[in-house]
T-cell receptor, first 115, second 112 residues
């Protein structure tokens, strides 16, 4: 049973380009969470999605960032017109159900570097 | 609003010595607390969690943590560390469902 898969592992973009980060949750998991880790900081919650629904996007920047989790396929975190400040590690996590007692499984992350 | 403060950014320790990684939290609602470990180039793994019940929580790899409500602390301890425990450790509090608020992390460096 594969874990949470994120790709690519490393993504390099120039300022103004678009970045697309993919996350395939564990098999049987329908809840996906995206977190961002800036250098020397802890992870910061961005967005919580269930299949085809955004449940909580309170941590998403108001502009340029969007996320989706379609009925089929991986969850996508999309960053338009990237800036240097978007450089960070982006982690995806999944769980089988909602609830604080549900175990959260993390992927290995995508390291985004903006030149 | 909930927050987590990890009091030490780095903790060096010799192999087989005991270690304590400190964590203080602030929460105005029911408190659910977690410790995660991050090995280089990997995602986070759950070490242990406190949801309710006994204030002493045992986790994987010989780690344990004690929930202290009066001191708003959830310190992580291990009586004897190994080189393989070298990693970054994150304390977190739940902001509801699996929305976690993380501390800035503590880098544990175990030396031979």
């Amino acid at each position: 049973n594969a874990g949470v898969m994120q790709n690519p592992r490393h993504l390099v973009r120039r300022r103004g380009q678009e970045a697309r980060l993919r996350c395939s949750p564990m098999k049987g998991h329908s809840h996906v969470y995206w977190y961002r880790q800036l250098p020397e900081e802890g992870l910061k919650f961005m967005v919580y999605l269930q299949k085809e629904n955004i449940i909580d996007e309170s941590g998403m920047p108001k502009e340029r960032f969007s996320a989706e989790f379609p009925k089929e396929g991986p969850s996508i975190l999309r960053i338009q017109q990237v800036v240097r400040g978007d450089s960070a590690a982006y982690f995806c996590a999944s769980s089988q159900r909602e609830g604080v007692d549900e175990k959260l499984f993390f992927g290995s992350g995508t390291q985004l570097s903006v030149l | 609003a909930q927050s987590v403060t990890q009091l030490d950014s780095q903790v060096p320790v010799f192999e087989e010595a005991p270690v304590e990684l400190r964590c203080n939290y602030s929460s105005s609602v029911s408190v659910y607390l977690f410790w995660y470990v991050q090995y280089p180039n990997q995602g986070l793994q759950l070490l242990l969690k406190y949801l309710s019940g006994s204030t002493l929580v045992k986790g994987i790899n010989g780690f344990e943590a004690e929930f202290n409500k009066s001191q708003t602390s959830f310190h992580l301890r291990k009586p004897s560390v190994h080189i393989s425990d070298t990693a970054e450790y994150f304390c977190a509090v739940s902001g509801g469902y699996n929305k976690l608020i993380f501390g800035a992390g503590t880098r544990l460096a175990v030396h031979p």
